[in-house]
């Protein structure tokens, strides 16, 4: 019978980043955990606090399932003499087994015949094997960061001060970093810390709720954020939507209290995004705008514990707040003595990378970027996207951007528009950044755009050229985001681009300023490659199946725009009746002539067979319609064109033998099968897509 299982970790108050990622280890190692045992279960959950983090499993299985393991022996031929009798090998083998020579069976393997013993092992008990699967999951659990306490050898995020493993109403021995588990847990710190004793797993979450804690995080930030709206109404305003610091404030709480403060009306001359961020950053507050919008003297903090004197806590909170906006206004009048332009000159004393040079070096290049891929895409905004590219990076010596780094862009745009420079070069400050995230904007105006995507563009050039490549998991200069980030920049806006002149423009610009000395081809062509693999990943993301990506991939992927173009065309036109069998038909088109290493001419002359000359005429026709569709790419109607060569290429293949032994006429059919090759490569290999539902 099935019984339930509680596993609580009680230790010190962990961050609030490493919950959510522990929680999710925590589940993927259990259930990997109780498969490699091969015990069954229901349901595995986890729920978690700062103070704990728990696995919750339904239905989990009394014991492991009887097993039969094989044993081999030594070979026949030597368990055996010729006369058939045993010989010492095989009575060896038996009673090491335990087992009469009658219960050894001879099978056939791919070795030759081996003896062979067959023992059942019965399943272990469950609770007889939990404590080393608990004991090993918890080693396995990830953080990112470990520590040691006290004489114990044992790494978790934080000291461990308690556990309960309850396997239905039954406790399991378990010790782990000298702590002893048993059923008594811990309810809040501070309202309810005397021990709480957990009868049976089911009974855990109601509990702990009695006790102030809301163990489930989703439960918590469902609540957090009720307590935040009800205290900033209750000041006259709603808090500003951010999803991140709420989840934060929630992980940072074991039951959420919210109160509402305020501050002097005089900050508010400061910028918005100083005073949210000053508020955000050094002291998790929630900002408050009123009905329209604007930014109220008013913050909600959100506390750990109901306190007895609301005011005294009130007046703490807004102490604490009032200092670090006096700071942030001294930084910001501080930096308002020196224009935005007079800091650029500072930048040739940052270093942007020990083998890149330094923010100066950055910002030249980014300047020839702007002004080439201005050219390319809004000649007459040239002159502002240069202009944008020298002031690019000089608020990142600002005393603001010093303390809120988050803040880079944004001070960028506010400095330049105090400093009277043109709106689209300032906003380009503050767009060059974009998007920071999968579900952010990109940028949206001309010279932010070209911005944008000079700046990712330089990044992920200037550190391949350096050797500095993402492995795995480890992206430390945020390669792949800026990557993504350009490549969803010019999809969004539909913009033309070679990615190989871009890259080749970028290596040109390193090698210039003599940080780049190596084989700018193969560099070149890692680069490629590393965008490429991106392009791939964001067109799946944006909802288009594997295999018609690879498909339009494989024949071009330099231009992301034009490659989006034909990926949409083939999308459509895919469900058309006849498309599936045009593309079997491409298929074995493509199956004779993809490993040709050499070009032929198809000749007239010499064809034998009618199919060959009706094929081929068809051929010209199409290829006569879809030139200027191509041209113009128009890829869908270029693609519906095609499906009018699936009849004359089935009958080609029907009553012709392309292989023949004579040279000239096997070489003018496969000139004839590369020449509709060729077009159908114009948009896609159709040989990349997935036809088993139709060839079965």
């Not at 659990?141 to 396997?167: C, E, N, T």
């Not at 909170?317 to 009032?322: A, D, F, G, S, T």
Request: contains cysteine; charged residues 30%; aromatic residues 8%.
């Amino acid at each position: 019978m099935a019984r339930d299982l509680l596993f609580e970790v009680g230790c010190e108050e962990l961050p609030a980043r490493f919950i959510e990622p522990a929680l999710r280890s925590l589940a993927e190692e259990a259930e990997r955990a109780f498969r490699e045992a091969d015990l069954t279960f229901e349901e595995i959950r986890t729920l978690g606090t700062p103070r704990r983090l728990t696995l919750l499993v339904a239905g989990l299985s009394e014991r492991q399932p009887d097993r039969v393991e094989e044993i081999q022996g030594p070979p026949r031929r030597i368990a055996f003499d010729p006369e058939g009798k045993p010989t010492p090998a095989a009575l060896g083998f038996a009673r090491k087994q335990g087992v009469d020579l009658s219960e050894i069976r001879i099978k056939k393997t791919p070795r030759g015949e081996y003896l062979f013993v067959e023992r059942k092992i019965p399943g272990r008990a469950t609770r007889e094997i939990l404590p080393e699967i608990l004991t090993e999951l918890l080693k396995r659990l990830s953080f990112p960061k470990r520590m040691r306490w006290g004489d114990q050898d044992f790494a978790f995020a934080r000291p461990i001060r308690w556990l309960v493993v309850l396997y239905g109403e039954e406790t399991i021995p378990l010790e782990v970093a000298g702590v002893k588990a048993g059923r008594l847990t811990r309810g809040h710190r501070f309202l309810a810390p005397q021990p709480l004793e957990i009868g049976h797993p089911r009974a855990y979450r109601d509990i702990l709720h009695r006790a102030y804690v809301l163990v489930d995080p989703e439960e918590r930030v469902s609540r957090t954020r009720e307590e935040v709206l009800k205290a900033a109404r209750e000041a006259g305003g709603f808090p500003e939507e951010d999803e991140d610091l709420l989840r934060e404030n929630a992980h940072l709480v074991e039951y959420p209290f919210a109160l509402a403060g305020r501050f002097p009306r005089e900050y508010l001359e400061l910028p918005e995004a100083l005073i949210v961020t000053a508020m955000r950053e050094h002291q998790r507050y929630f900002a408050v705008r009123d009905a329209e919008g604007r930014l109220l003297p008013v913050f909600v903090a959100v506390n750990n514990n109901r306190p007895r004197h609301p005011e005294i806590l009130r007046e703490g909170h807004e102490r604490v707040l009032k200092a670090r906006l006096e700071d942030a206004r001294f930084y910001w009048q501080r930096d308002l003595e020196v224009p935005l332009a007079e800091r650029v000159q500072e930048l040739s004393g940052v270093v942007y990378h020990t083998r890149l040079g330094t923010l100066a070096d950055k910002t030249e290049r980014l300047r020839s970027l702007c002004g080439y891929l201005a050219g390319l895409w809004f000649p007459e905004k040239k002159e502002l996207a240069q202009r944008a590219a020298e002031l690019s990076k000089a608020d990142l010596v600002t005393e603001v951007v010093g303390e809120f780094p988050t803040l880079q862009g944004e001070m960028g745009r506010i400095y330049a528009l105090k400093d009277g420079e043109p709106p689209e070069v300032a906003e380009a400050l503050l767009e060059q950044y974009l998007p920071r995230g999968a579900e952010e904007r990109v940028a949206e105006t001309p010279v932010g755009i070209v911005l944008s995507v000079a700046d990712k563009a330089d990044t992920v050039g200037a550190f391949f050229a350096v050797g500095e490549r993402p492995t795995g998991a480890s992206d430390p200069y945020g390669l792949r985001r800026a990557a993504y980030g350009l490549l969803r920049t010019v999809l969004r806006h539909g913009l033309e681009l070679s990615l190989r002149d871009l890259f080749t423009f970028v290596l040109w610009l390193l090698e210039r300023q003599g940080f780049f000395r190596e084989d700018k081809e193969e560099v070149l062509e890692e680069i490629l490659g590393f965008v490429r693999r991106r392009l791939e990943g964001e067109l799946v993301a944006m909802g288009f199946p594997q295999d018609e990506v690879r498909a339009v991939l494989r024949v071009g992927a330099d231009d992301p725009t034009e490659a989006l173009a034909r990926l949409s065309a083939l999308h459509a036109v895919r469900e058309s009746p006849d498309f599936a069998a045009l593309a079997v038909a491409f298929k074995r088109v493509m199956n004779m002539v993809k490993k040709l290493e050499q070009n032929y001419q198809v000749r007239e002359d010499l064809f034998g067979e009618p199919e060959e000359k009706i094929l081929w005429e068809a051929y010209l026709r199409v290829k006569e319609e879809v030139e200027p569709l191509l041209s113009e790419r128009r890829y869908e109607a270029a693609l519906r064109a095609f499906t009018t060569l699936k009849e004359p290429i089935d009958r080609f293949f029907d009553r012709v033998f392309v292989m023949v032994e004579d040279q000239a006429l096997r070489e003018n059919r496969l000139a004839l099968l590369q020449s509709l090759a060729r077009l159908f490569l114009r948009v896609a290999d159709l040989s990349e897509l997935d036809l088993s539902e139709y060839t079965g």
